[in-house]
């Protein structure tokens, strides 16, 4: 029978991965051919070059131990290049690490194969010295000058079936054979990184968890077109199995800095890496049989997008309502996270990067343009009123285009927008605004365009002639602060001179960038307990902010 390959190379990290002399922040396109599933133009397979001597065959490797179960088969080395840790602490003469991987397969068997009801992969009939699914433990993540270092890969042997235009394989894994933190792949400019993320016995975990899930979709067969969904559910696989894992969160950064870059509805496989989070999504609130349904169905045949959205059909939703409800989880990260709310590690995620961020003209602010097949942006407006000296307030829009079809059929259509805000009354627009009121639209020709608005009304400032509280009774408690007056002029976020006088007519503080802040609608120079560090008496203070100035006088009690 003809011998087919497809090796899904996990979690390369020449991009991605935690620089060990530098952070690469420059590369916005795909992070390197990570999966080497589909050498084809659009997956830019001239990026990054397999090291086909490693990924070409079996490990010829020296010992073998099967798991508990007798379903899986650990192949590993004990001396030379591939050799595991030695670490023994339960002193049972075999390495901790492979201890934990035939312990863990077992368990990650359990879960993808006897609770969530995924098909079981078919035995390779002997090939490996038995029945058992084989899995080998290389040294493939120290890429050296080679370039790359991976955690895993599937590969795919005998074609065994082929129905609804379906493949399917028999495969075997090779993952990493200690997951070191010294490991290490070099960019093609020499920059050096570290392979893993999560490293040691964390990253086998999420390793075996990942891998396996590849040899399940095998079992339902290849769809060709969506190469996505098996990246996007096997990474998923892995926090669902581990859900202390952070590995993911280096896709999370490098979607978030450029989402333009990587719409789902590509296809490709790269871009499913960083739509783990999408499974997080669709998990939480349809639970795991959501793509078990998916699975079943691309193996009769129904394209990959087309089976997650009949899928989700069944839940009485559609992949397009989904995808629009999600906005707000890719919202509401980093500082805005909340809690027990969207995303568990909500807080951990960066803020998405505004594909426009400016500032409001009078009378109004549009922009028109395009958006490809499950794309999304954000787009962030300030309104400033020097008159009234507020607060910024902000309009946050985020808009993406649902459409499931193009998606489907792969196809490459923008569907146009236009994004209109004015301080005059617009056809069918939305009112808003706090200091002033204004309008929103958002213009779009088809019916797959949709949006979340956020709108945040500054505060109106003033400006005051005292400093507060006056006198300032020194305390134990670190959060008292003591607030002073700023001159004319200076805003929210001014720098000014500013300096403190004792009673002896010497300088007590001083310092040229004190940054304008805000308290009870008060602009203020904030001193905190710690500052105001200063023995009791009376004090003098003076700012000044271009050619404005003032001053007064207050009293330290400790």
Request: glycine share 6%.
């Amino acid at each position: 029978m003809q011998k087919y390959k497809f090796i899904f190379l996990i979690l390369l990290s020449l991009f991605l991965g935690e620089s060990l002399l530098a952070q690469d922040d420059t590369d916005e396109t795909y992070p390197g051919s990570k999966c080497g599933t589909f050498q084809t133009s659009r997956f830019q397979p001239d990026k990054k070059k397999r090291n086909d001597n490693i990924l070409n065959s079996r490990p010829n490797l020296q010992m073998q131990l099967a798991s508990q179960s007798g379903l899986f088969l650990i192949h590993f080395d004990t001396t030379g290049h591939n050799a595991v840790p030695v670490r023994d602490d339960n002193k049972n003469g075999i390495s901790d690490f492979v201890d934990s991987a035939l312990i863990f397969i077992d368990y990650v068997y359990d879960v993808e194969v006897n609770q969530m009801h995924y098909l079981k992969p078919k035995t390779d009939n002997g090939v490996g010295s038995s029945d058992a699914y084989d899995i080998y433990l290389v040294n493939i993540g120290d890429g050296g000058t080679n370039g790359e270092g991976l955690y895993g890969y599937t590969d795919t042997e005998d074609e065994y079936s082929s129905t609804y235009n379906r493949p399917k394989f028999t495969s075997y894994i090779v993952i990493d054979n200690d997951f070191s933190q010294r490991d290490s792949t070099n960019s093609s400019n020499g920059t050096k990184y570290r392979t893993f993320n999560d490293t040691g016995f964390t990253a086998l975990k999420i390793t075996l968890a990942h891998e396996y899930h590849h040899a399940v979709q095998f079992a339902y067969g290849q769809d060709y077109t969506s190469p996505c969904l098996n990246e996007m559910t096997s990474t998923w696989m892995e926090y669902r199995l581990v859900p202390y894992t952070r590995d993911y969160l280096q896709y999370v950064r490098l979607l978030f800095r450029n989402p333009r870059a990587y719409p789902f509805g590509n296809g490709i496989a790269e871009t499913g890496y960083l739509y783990s989070i999408f499974g997080q999504y669709l998990h939480s609130n349809f639970g795991d049989s959501l793509f078990l349904r998916m699975w079943e169905r691309i193996g009769l045949g129904v394209q990959g997008y087309q089976a997650l959205d009949s899928a989700l059909i069944d839940k009485n939703t559609s992949l397009a309502e989904e995808w629009c409800k999600q906005l707000q989880w890719l919202y509401f990260t980093g500082k805005r996270a909340k809690e027990n709310q969207f995303f568990k590690m909500a807080s951990q995620f960066p803020l998405v990067t505004y594909y426009k961020d400016e500032v409001f003209n009078e009378p109004s602010f549009t922009h028109s343009g395009g958006l490809l097949s499950y794309e999304f942006r954000f787009f962030r407006v300030r309104y400033d009123y020097p008159d009234l000296n507020p607060t910024s307030d902000t309009t946050d829009i985020l808009i993406t285009d649902t459409d499931t079809q193009s998606a489907v059929l792969q196809g490459t259509r923008e569907l146009p927008y236009t994004i209109a805000l004015s301080s005059t009354p617009l056809t069918d627009s939305h009112e808003y605004g706090k200091n002033k009121k204004y309008y929103y639209q958002l213009l779009a020709p088809q019916s797959n365009i949709c949006d979340e608005f956020f709108y945040s009304g500054g505060d109106i400032t003033k400006l005051i002639a005292y400093a507060y509280p006056n006198p300032f009774i020194k305390s134990q408690d670190p959060s008292q602060n003591m607030f002073f007056p700023v001159p004319e002029g200076a805003n929210i976020n001014s720098k000014v001179e500013f300096y403190i006088i004792n009673s002896s007519m010497e300088k007590v503080f001083e310092s040229s960038q004190m940054i304008v802040g805000l308290n009870n609608q008060n602009r203020v120079i904030i001193m905190s307990n710690d500052q105001m560090d200063f023995s009791s008496g009376v004090y003098l203070f003076h700012a000044k902010y271009g050619n404005n100035e003032c001053s007064g006088k207050f009293a330290i009690i400790k």
